[in-house]
T-cell receptor, first 112, second 115 residues
Framework: NAGVTQTPKFRVLKTGQSMTLLCAQD?????MYWYRQDPGMGLRLIHY???????AKGEVPDGYNVSRLKKQNFLLGLESAAPSQTSVYFC???????????FGSGTRLTVV | AQSVTQPDIHITVSEGASLELRCNYS??????LFWYVQSPGQGLQLLLK??????LVQGIKGFEAEFKRSQSSFNLRKPSVHWSDAAEYFC?????????????FGKGTTLSVSS
């Protein structure tokens, strides 16, 4: 039982390049979330999904896109990376609001 | 709007001493409340949660937290800290009965443990 798996774990991008971060879960959770973590800022919500085929914007959505074509996968895309997107990205899943989240181990992204 | 404040950015306690990490929230009703711990280079792990009932909740690793409605607080405590407790701790608030609504996290408190 892998839980929540994020790939890749590390990545260095050049400004303007694109990439996709994958979050895969095997817990059959309905809700999935993408957060970014920056020093002194805590976790800020980028986008989230309340079910297969749905997505919604969070607090800091600019520069990111998401898709949830399958229930178990939630993809986060950067179309044209910027240095301000250097961060650690966490995916989280939940079966419902009272349960809290299960987190992946994170993706450390550096944009140079 | 919901918000979470963790007033202490960094706390150092001696091994074996007691610990209290503060968390204050702003919400119109009683929210769901959570504490998470993050070890260096790791994801976040749920320590405990409160959603109703007994205001003193027990969690993993010997932690507990007390919900105080009058103070809008949900402080995390541990009677005797171990060196392995050194980590970053996050308080989070969620909206009850709003399926899918995302948690709001505080900015975290870094705990250092001295020998």
């Amino acid at each position: 039982n892998a839980g929540v798996t994020q790939t890749p774990k590390f990545r260095v991008l050049k400004t303007g390049q694109s990439m996709t971060l994958l979050c895969a879960q095997d817990m059959n959770h309905e809700y999935m979330y993408w957060y970014r973590q920056d020093p002194g800022m805590g976790l800020r919500l980028i986008h989230y999904s309340v079910g297969e085929g749905t997505t919604a914007k969070g607090e800091v959505p600019d520069g990111y896109n998401v898709s949830r074509l399958k229930k178990q996968n939630f993809l986060l895309g950067l179309e044209s990376a910027a240095p301000s997107q250097t961060s650690v990205y966490f995916c989280a899943t939940s079966p419902g609001p009272v349960f809290g989240y299960t987190f992946g181990s994170g993706t450390r992204l550096t944009v140079v | 709007a919901q918000s979470v404040t963790q007033p202490d950015i960094h706390i150092t306690v001696s091994e074996g001493a007691s610990l209290e990490l503060r968390c204050n929230y702003s919400y119109g009703a009683t929210p769901y409340l959570f504490w998470y711990v993050q070890s260096p280079g790791q994801g976040l792990q749920l320590l405990l949660k409160y959603f109703s009932g007994d205001t003193l909740v027990q969690g993993i690793k010997g932690f507990e937290a007390e919900f105080k409605r009058s103070q809008s607080s949900f402080n995390l405590r541990k009677p005797s800290v171990h060196w392995s407790d050194a980590a970053e701790y996050f308080c989070a608030v969620g909206a009850p009965n709003q399926a899918g609504t995302a948690l709001i996290f505080g900015k975290g408190t870094t705990l250092s443990v001295s020998s």
